[in-house]
């Protein structure tokens, strides 16, 4: 089975200002995807980024980029240039390649506040 | 496209109580899901339908049941409501169940169960 761990249940950012945030996993699969959702306070789950185990490079979406290191299990968010909009929670999430269903395993989840 | 939707938006009931929480896509997905989600925690799968006519299992199932009705539609059932099963209800589908498809989310139901 799986796991996601997201060690920082909150963290807040100044405007303007660029933040990371952490995840980490567990699993034995080799072939797998890595994605950050965002969930602002209408709840609605929107996707972020996403990353496939076998690409090297690292995702990048506008202000929003990866620091995946496979070896380490590691894949963490940054957010530059942080705006008042980004504040939401941000969930870290896997999905492992195969038959079976395409299921998401999430992690705890990190609540991030951007400060004017 | 109004994508995912899902009713009710909230909902209570009393303990035992049953009721259907309903879910379609018009993006003409392949497959659908249930999670849920308590506070403080990530989103959690309680069943999947890889394709129309299949469901399975996910990490929670207990407790409850699911049809998938068509290709559009995928409820959910509580047969018998508990106070455990308070939580916000997400519905989500992907194009299909192999590979890194997105999974596009419903608004959520909000449960309470007195």
């Known amino acids: 089975a799986q796991t996601v761990t997201q060690s920082q249940p909150e963290m807040s950012v100044q405007e303007a200002e660029t933040v990371t945030l952490s995840c980490t996993y567990d699993t034995s699969e080799s072939n797998y995807y890595l994605f950050w959702y965002k969930q602002p306070p209408s709840r609605q789950m929107i996707l972020v980024i996403r990353q496939e185990a076998y690409k090297q490079q690292n995702a990048t979406e506008n202000r929003f980029s990866v620091n995946f290191q496979k070896a380490a299990k590691s894949f963490s968010l940054k957010i530059s240039d942080s705006q008042l909009g980004d504040t939401a929670m941000y969930f870290c999430a896997f999905m492992k390649q195969g038959t079976s269903g395409s299921r998401l395993t999430f992690g705890e989840g990190t609540q991030l506040t951007v400060n004017p | ?114």
């Open chain 2, 1 to 114: 496209n109004a994508g995912v939707t899902q009713t009710p938006k909230f909902q209570v009931l009393k303990t035992g109580q049953s009721m259907t929480l309903q879910c379609a896509q018009d993006m003409n997905h392949n497959s659908m899901y249930w999670y849920r989600q308590d506070p403080g925690m990530g989103l959690r799968l309680i069943y999947y339908s890889a394709s129309e006519g299949t469901t399975d299992k996910g990490e929670v199932p207990n407790g409850y049941n699911v049809s998938r009705l068509n290709k559009r539609e995928f409820s959910l059932r509580l047969e018998s409501a508990a106070p455990s099963q308070t939580s916000v209800y997400f519905c989500a589908s992907s194009w299909g169940p192999e590979n890194s498809y997105e999974q596009y989310f419903g608004p959520g139901t909000r449960l309470t169960v007195t």
